[in-house]
């Protein structure tokens, strides 16, 4: 398994960990925090936190239109947010609407398909 691969697990296996952090996933890998930011940042050209909050929205984004009757709370606790308010935030700040708009967006574009 490549490093980017392996980095992508751990984010997955402990996306609903809302203590989850850089420091505990530098611990998973075995490496110092500024061993891994470098590393990851010279990989993906990412920052280790927006490294694992662009996993946790895309996980979102999925949920979302997998789940569409489940509230944006409950999306926001199984992808690891602490409040449905930051969860949202981040989510308009990474896609540009916010989730209600993205669930009517990508619903209405299956309909037209």
Do not use: W
């Not at 990851?40 to 996993?55: A, G």
């Not at 606790?77 to 209600?100: D, M, V």
Request: with cysteine; charged share 25%; glycine share 2%.
């Amino acid at each position: 398994m490549t490093l980017s691969a392996k980095q992508k697990n751990i984010v997955e296996e402990n996306i609903r960990n809302e203590e989850f952090n850089v420091n505990l996933m530098a611990q998973e890998l075995g490496m110092s925090r500024t061993k891994f930011y470098s590393r990851l940042k010279s990989t993906t050209n990412k920052t280790p936190n927006d490294f694992i909050l662009d996993i946790k929205l895309i996980k979102a984004s999925k949920l979302i239109l997998k789940e569409p009757n489940m509230t944006i709370a409950d999306i926001a606790t199984q992808t690891g947010f602490n409040t449905a308010r930051y969860f949202s935030q981040c989510f308009k700040n990474h896609f540009g609407i916010s989730p209600s708009q993205y669930l009517q967006q990508e619903t209405k574009d299956k309909v037209q398909d």
